[in-house]
């Protein structure tokens, strides 16, 4: 051991150790020079140890501590003491101590940092692409360090669950064919091959399907994923995803493992006890009473249909709407009344605004008052109407009533986003007292229907098994059949999606036939995957579950670069070692470029 | 739970279980049709179980079941019964009982496979070819199955050992800058920034060190890493490795955490006990007495210095070249003499043919007699320098003496290879008793001299620390300057190395000099690590370990297909999921190609 090497880490000195010599490396998180003495907060990855510089000690010494800065590299070799009554910093665990130096090595030295480390210091954290350019000194962030290391927890958790539930991690290929499916691959040219590409997976979806037909019968992978989509806020290009399938199972099978890591995760992350079973919500409850797939049960708010009250009501627009078949649907937000001005209301105010980013021609809308209704169309509405309106909403005075008639797809895409909206101005979610609601949607239509391209298309993918009592309407119905698909909702976010897979190759060539697929364009576009299916494949189904998500949740942060240690910034593209370049015009030559 | 879901798998009934009626599900392994029974065995991940079909239980079952065949996947109900005596396999588990079923559920069928899934039917397996085009197939096959659990096994370990030690598992990206060091990279055509490239990751280096300068301590990360070369029997262009790096250490830091991992990997993948600490060896000794830099300590056949002997014999060529300064050195092939025919030492054998392969220009060789020697040389040699040469390579009759005279480079070469070819002719290694011999090679030099650009190039790469000793001499004679560098060599092959980074800006530069590099030029090829070295970074030093050599090694093949799921292979590749393909010209077009 080197004279410099640290005896103890900066977190783990206290009072038991008073007396004792010890050495501590770490960086200068604070300085302060007294005059008489130079106080610093010696600073690594387990915490903070105040170390203490006296003049008595030598004035050799003491003239080094006074040269010391911010972020400097130090090893101090000195006595542990106690803190001098009133001085002690009960909120560290380290604070009942401190060390009295000896002696002093600069391990290394800092220029000033281009921005404050220590986030307490100032109110407001430096500009982000300012803190990517220096990711490495952001990277020292308690929060950034705090986040990361919640994820190795994470990690870390799902290893432990899964590998005691008997299941096999297996790595899957990076480079891989090209799909025409999906999203955008990332491309790499073959050398070997030239002319020919490889992609980057945009999940093991096809590997792990073969691994079930292969008989490994419980498979996992915290995998890397990567699609070629622009940088947003909640998306990076790379993702990591746990991926897993298991044979010989139905959805029960998946839901339970699934709910039991998830109870793992929340306690050993957070601490916080996770109740199971989650419950289970029809995709069709989701869609009209939440207007979203993934809905948010944080809060109440739910869109009530109006249809058969409003259609006998004056109002020309929502009686057309409903003679079209269509629909009218309203939220009450509760006691908000107040809360918006009828300018915010009228048309070109911010609510109606809102609804037609999301194909609403108009929001209707209506204040409770214990007698009446206000508003802009309370004067269609009948004595009759207006009580049957009040007991569907429970509106109580105070109350808003929002209302969108239009198609089902634009009403429940309106008020779904109007609901979140909604939450939000009306502090539905405290944000400094985090709960979590998670659930799984079920029931997902098997097909939906391309308008432009006049057939059915698989809303998941074409591998999705039906649900068995669905089964005879294949041909007959498509739009009315149901997949053994799920999707895991947390807190408004979907964190995971999977299904139970078609392993019965008379199923699978029913629905390429649903899809307008002959078995010939089937083989072209899937031959190795149903060549596999073809050998004896056990019924299998799996789930993906969205890491980054799940750390961002767990977090409490809305910025994906908090949870990636060295994620991509376009702006600050050439700063980051995870941006393209240029390459020697040699090496694309080689590869026939 | 569905009416065809397992109760049980195929591995887990014994004659406790008896009695009982149970539901597996699995493939057929085995069928056999005695006419007045049907048996199979069935199989899963988990293990084999015999059930009979009885001809009494009803003829619609029985007809169904003659019509099974090899690979097929059943759900079969039945009660479990013990076997009659003396038709018990006691080598099986579930040995003793077998399953007399009562109803059967084909839930799929299969085609007769291409080729024969049970490895012990046969003597062979079939073509590998063959084999990797229905991969999903030969993943099947016992060894395969047992390798990539083994493989789990070793990730578990790791994941397991490192957390225990506080280590963080960080993720780094796929996709990262070109760099001009190293392997041919594999590019990635940017769409955001056109004409620019990103490349796949040879090894997240960059990203471990500035970890260390960002305070995180200890990290490690179950790398994926990708070189563009060619393929060959042991190498593939994805690898994994253990990728790790600590802060405040020196080598003995790292040498403990590797050693109490390796214990853990092979008590828990092969239930052997591994001594530590392990040997450490010179380079130069590693050189001068194995010809090898990763040297196999499973058998002696060391290499012997044999100048001094030799430079007063009346050999010519061994004579000039002791007097040209280069080396004359041997090995004693003990008890030998009879294995090799002479025809096979005379010039155009095949040992003087192997030695030619490493640049040798010839092989010297004396057979050894109680009272002489015979060979191509004994002649040139008195009595007094045979007694020598006795001596000094402890010849006994029956050994076989060879001899290799030339430059170091070539004789250390030559001779290395040339012992591990007598260790396999002479049988020394017994494959089927595996025995793991360890040990870390180190003081490897800093630099080595390129003759062809007549400068100082960095032997690892130019952020390995010298020695603390050697650092006088960093100018004035570069040659003698030993690394903090180390390799952790597993019965000669190489499974791992790293080294302590420089963190001391002063020395970098030194080092940078000693290399031709002039500052402009450093920052311009490593400018982001090293301004991250220049705010704050700790001491810190780190190891990488090859997990697809460490797994081979581990189950005893040389194949390295065996260890990955779905390998890359050029001949089969049209056949496989992880070759290149053609794409969609419009994507290219996007991508400005």
Request: glycine share 8%; charged share 25%.
């Amino acid at each position: 051991m080197s004279s410099w090497q640290r005896t103890h880490n900066c977190g783990e000195l206290r009072e038991t150790h008073i007396g004792s010599t010890v050495t501590l490396n770490g960086w200068v998180h604070t300085y302060r020079d007294h005059g008489s003495f130079v106080f610093i907060d010696l600073r690594d990855r387990y915490g903070l140890t105040q170390i203490v510089f006296e003049p008595e000690r030598g004035s050799e010494l003491f003239t080094l501590a006074q040269s010391i800065r911010s972020e400097w590299v130090l090893s101090v070799t000195g006595t542990v003491a106690n803190r001098l009554p009133g001085k002690e910093k009960l909120e560290l665990p380290t604070g009942k101590i401190e060390l009295k130096v000896e002696s002093l090595e600069v391990l290394n030295k800092c220029p000033t940092p281009p921005f404050e480390i220590n986030e307490f210091v100032g109110t407001e954290l430096a500009n982000e692409d300012l803190r990517l350019k220096y990711r490495f000194l952001d990277l020292r962030r308690q929060t950034l360090q705090r986040i990361l290391r919640m994820r190795h927890t994470l990690n870390k958790t799902i290893h432990h669950v899964l590998d005691a539930s008997d299941f096999i991690e297996v790595e899957t290929p990076i480079l891989g064919k090209s799909s025409p499916e999906g999203a955008r691959d990332y491309l790499v040219p073959s050398r070997v091959f030239p002319g020919e590409w490889y992609a980057l997976p945009q999940s093991p979806q096809l590997y792990k399907q073969l691994l079930m037909v292969s008989g490994y019968d419980k498979y996992y992978q915290i995998a890397r994923c990567l699609r070629d989509e622009d940088l947003r806020a909640d998306r990076q290009p790379e993702f990591t995803q746990l991926d897993m399938e298991m044979s010989f199972v139905e959805m029960d099978d998946i839901f339970r493992v699934i709910e039991n890591l998830t109870v793992e995760i929340f306690q050993n992350c957070l601490g916080i006890s996770i109740p199971t079973p989650f419950p289970r919500m029809p995709y069709s409850e989701a869609m009209s009473k939440y207007g979203s797939d993934k809905p948010d049960l944080r809060y109440g708010l739910e869109i009530v249909d109006l249809g058969d009250i409003v259609e006998s009501s004056d109002f020309k627009v929502f009686k057309d709407t409903i003679a079209a078949g269509k629909k009218v649907r309203g939220i009450n937000a509760k006691g908000a009344a107040t809360v918006f001005s009828n300018t915010e209301l009228k048309e070109k105010g911010a609510l109606p605004e809102l609804v037609k980013q999301f194909g609403a021609k108009g929001l209707a809308w209506l204040k409770v008052e214990s007698d009446k209704f206000t508003g802009s169309i309370e004067k269609f509405f009948s004595a009759e109407v207006q009580t049957q309106l009040r007991q569907r909403l429970n509106a109580e005075p105070g109350d808003l009533l929002l209302m969108v008639a239009d198609s089902e797809d634009v009403v429940c895409n309106a008020l779904g986003n109007l609901r979140i909206h909604l939450a939000n101005r009306l502090g539905l979610v405290d944000p400094t007292k985090p709960i979590y609601k998670i659930h799984w949607v079920v029931d997902f239509p098997s097909f939906l229907w391309d308008d432009e391209e006049k057939r059915w298309v698989a809303n998941h993918h074409p591998f999705t098994a039906p649900k068995d009592e669905d089964l005879p309407y294949l041909e007959s119905d498509p739009g009315r059949v149901h997949a053994k698909a799920y999707d895991l909702v947390m807190n408004g976010y979907e964190v995971g999606g999977g299904s139970i897979r078609i392993h019965n190759p008379e199923v699978q060539s029913r629905v390429f036939q649903v899809l307008g697929m002959d078995q010939a364009n089937a083989e072209k576009r899937f031959g190795f995957l149903l060549d596999a299916l073809k050998h004896g494949a056990p019924p299998h189904g799996g789930i993906a579950l969205g890491l980054d998500r799940w750390i961002m949740l767990l977090a409490g942060t809305t910025n994906i670069r908090d949870v990636i240690a060295f994620p991509k910034n376009q702006r600050a593209r050439d700063l980051m070692t995870g941006a393209p370049g240029t390459v020697d015009r040699k090496q694309l030559k080689e590869l026939g470029l």
